[in-house]
């Protein structure tokens, strides 16, 4: 009986890790006793952190989750507090739960314009370009999780095409055929996978470089403007002094990693592949009936809407993704239940998460947690406290998740602005080195952006040789020109 509970418990995760979890829990409670609650609110925060960096292994919310539930039960914080964090951040919440599932009904757009500039693009340094910025504009105004799952469909399907007339060894082919589908295997493959790891990863980094632009690009991002009060507008506009530089610097980055071949990137598409997944398109092109080209043409309409009311900020982000699902969906006959319950899989997942994350933050917030750190930083000079905090943003999100950080850190600096103890115009110079902070270093590893852990644990992953330190690998240089950049400009 008790080994089939240590199976099933967690899933597949390390041995060790469902120990460690088991013993904190059975423990927590006489350590609140002896060790008093701050201690046992770093070790809780510690523990939660771990649960994040082995997000792999086993998804936090279940982890995370038996967690909070301790958090809850020693008294650390209380149910009122948790209700109170979700409350204030309602915003993010229909931002996740609405914009997200709208844009799935984007997806074939979205697929029929980056199978085009694929395809239509032979030189690699124009291609990487507009890849990458085809995702940081996209990530601007949309979520970046839902760019990097179009990215995702849009590689699986190609390679599926690959893979379809590799592997077909006992069709009878003509001569052309016989010998584009030989020029598949071996080097070629192996070229065709370093090509698309090289693409996918600058489109991954693409969705952090927009993404830390704009009020909706990143879930923080809209948890700190609401905090700030700004709209669609000024946000954009108080993180321009960092954000503009970091996009320019991602983007050189991205031809000279293409020049010097460096860090796993430079792969090109081979000749004969370029054909067969020209075939593809062409014929999918021919099958597409009117009733498909019509429902692209209110998905791009649809997606100039979404733009201009963003940046009009006619009601809250999460409202116009409601609005605009009910318009596209309307306008293309999608009426059945269970086609408009699947756009909602993707976010409701990372919801639960999030209000996981409000268990910590309150618990934080009633202990005071941070405060001992918020106050040494808040003596250092006044020009030194912006690069400090982006430093210790960056470091904290790129080993745990950034909306948590962001979350802890808004709220701690918020609560110094109320209190009279910082001016406004400073409270603006920190939270825009908070969002940048998070949003930056964060590209170091998957735990750090969300984006990358679902292209990481993707279908598309395993095909292309992408693991975890060849992630981290091939993001490296751009983690340490957006850190540098991200510094300077603070």
């Not at 599926?160 to 001569?175: A, F, L, Q, R």
């Not at 918020?374 to 790129?398: C, E, M, R, Y």
């Not at 750090?448 to 095909?463: H, I, K, R």
Request: proline share 3%; aromatic share 12%.
């Amino acid at each position: 009986m008790l080994n089939s509970f240590y199976n099933e418990f967690l899933g597949n995760s390390p041995q060790w890790f469902k120990n460690v979890i088991i013993a904190f829990l059975l423990a927590c409670y006489p350590l609140t006793l002896l060790l008093g609650e701050t201690v046992m609110g770093w070790a809780f925060i510690l523990m939660f952190i771990m649960t994040l960096a082995l997000a792999l292994k086993c998804y936090p919310l279940q982890s995370g989750g038996l967690l909070a539930i301790a958090v809850l039960a020693l008294g650390l914080t209380s149910a009122e507090t948790v209700w109170y964090e979700i409350q204030q951040n309602l915003g993010v919440i229909m931002l996740l739960v609405f914009m997200v599932s709208f844009i799935y009904f984007m997806k074939p757009l979205l697929i029929f314009i980056f199978g085009k500039i694929l395809l239509k693009v032979r030189n690699k340094i124009v291609l990487s370009l507009m890849f990458s910025i085809s995702a940081a504009v996209l990530s601007a105004f949309l979520d970046a999780l839902t760019v990097m799952a179009v990215l995702i469909t849009v590689f699986v399907a190609l390679y599926g095409v690959y893979e379809k007339v590799h592997s077909s060894i006992n069709v009878d082919y003509d001569d052309n055929e016989e010998k584009d589908r030989q020029q598949l295997g071996g080097d070629t493959l192996e070229e065709f996978r370093a090509f698309l790891r090289s693409l996918v990863m600058h489109g991954a980094v693409g969705t952090a470089l927009g993404g830390v632009c704009t009020q909706v690009g990143e879930p923080q991002n809209l948890l700190i403007s609401e905090k700030m009060g700004w709209n669609f507008i000024q946000f954009a506009a108080e993180m321009a002094h960092v954000t503009f530089p970091a996009v320019i610097a991602g983007l050189l980055t991205v031809i000279v990693l293409e020049v010097t071949k460096k860090f796993g990137f430079g792969g090109h598409l081979d000749a004969g592949v370029r054909k067969i997944l020209e075939n593809y398109l062409n014929e999918e092109n021919e099958k597409r009936t009117k009733r498909e080209t019509y429902a692209l043409i209110i998905q791009g309409i649809s997606g100039l809407l979404l733009i201009a009311a963003l940046a009009l900020h006619i009601m809250q982000p999460g409202l116009i993704g409601l609005f605009l699902l009910v318009l596209t969906t309307a306008l293309t006959g999608i009426n059945e239940e269970h086609r408009i319950g699947h756009a909602f899989e993707e976010s409701l997942p990372f919801v639960s998460l999030l209000c996981i994350f409000f268990v910590i933050v309150g618990m934080i917030h009633d202990l005071h947690l941070f405060k001992p750190v918020i106050d040494w930083v808040l003596t250092l000079p006044i020009d030194a406290q912006p690069k400090a905090f982006f430093l210790a943003n960056g470091i904290l999100s790129a080993i745990s998740d950034n909306v948590f950080v962001a979350t802890v850190y808004i709220n701690e600096v918020k609560a110094q602005f109320d209190a009279g103890n910082i001016s406004r115009e400073h409270f603006d110079t920190l939270a825009v080195a908070i969002n940048t902070g998070t949003n930056l270093p964060s590209v170091a590893t998957p735990n750090g952006q969300a984006a990358f852990l679902f292209l990481l644990t993707s279908a598309l992953a395993p095909a292309i040789r992408l693991g975890y330190m060849q992630m981290v690998w091939m993001a490296l240089p751009y983690t340490v020109v957006l850190t540098i950049v991200g510094y300077w400009f603070q």
